[in-house]
């Protein structure tokens, strides 16, 4: 089966600073990749998906992610974090033939002014 | 832009105590979900729903857990008797299935904190 690992529960940065938060996945062949973000009171939404092609993936509010298969990685990045960022992020893994992501505990983002 | 939404956002209830989650999806989803989250740790998944029926459950739903779409726009969640371990938010989500590409992408509501006591 596969799974999801997020290394980092909080990650502090400044406004204005660059960030980048950790995914790793494990499974087999080469997944769907997603982060959604949680802002306070809100659902998760969808920031970004890698399924295939370019490995470099724009999403919504200027964030990117970069499927490295090599490390079984899917990092989220921003150059320019802004004080709204602050939420919980979460990376998922889907595969091929199911309906069925399987989700990281998330990354809790703090933005200090 | 359509949401999936959820209620209530908070409930707190005495252990033992029956709970029903409720959610709407969007209207032209087939597929429907419940994930839950404790505190702290991740975003489990425990069931899918499609054409009437659940299409796929993990360990966690159990006997105590049954899903169920009444109406045909309501989708809901019952723990017949809370226990203090299902303290935890609880996610619905819904997709129109595997897309050309094979992905399936899921919408999520804001969540049901369930607090057992």
């Known amino acids: 089966a596969q799974s999801v690992t997020q290394p980092d529960i909080h990650i502090t940065v400044s406004e204005g600073a660059s960030l980048e938060l950790r995914c790793n996945y494990s499974?087999?062949?080469?997944?769907?990749l997603f982060w959604y973000v949680q802002s306070p009171g809100q659902g998760l939404q969808l920031l970004l998906k890698y399924f295939s092609g370019d490995t470099l993936v724009q999403g919504i509010k200027g964030f990117e992610a970069e499927f490295k298969r090599s490390q079984s990685s899917f990092n989220l990045r921003k150059p320019s974090v802004h004080w709204s960022d602050a939420a919980e992020y979460f990376c998922a893994v889907g595969i091929r033939g199911s309906y069925i992501p399987t989700f990281g505990r998330g990354t809790s983002l703090i933005v200090h002014p | 832009e359509p949401e999936v939404t959820q209620t209530p956002s908070h409930q707190v209830t005495q252990m033992g105590q029956e709970v029903i989650l409720r959610c709407v999806p969007i209207s032209n989803h087939l597929y429907f979900y419940w994930y839950r989250q404790i505190l702290g740790q991740k975003v489990e998944f425990l069931v899918s729903?499609?054409?009437?029926?659940?299409?796929?459950k993990s360990e966690i739903f159990d006997d105590q857990f049954s899903v169920e779409r009444p109406d045909g726009s309501n989708f809901t969640l019952k723990i017949r008797s809370t226990k203090l371990e299902d303290s935890a938010m609880y996610f619905c989500a819904s997709s129109r299935g595997q897309g050309r590409d094979g992905a399936n992408v899921l919408t999520f509501g804001a969540g049901s904190r369930l607090t057992v006591l």
């Open positions: 729903f499609y054409n009437n029926e659940i299409s796929e």
């Open positions: 499974y087999g062949a080469t997944p769907y």
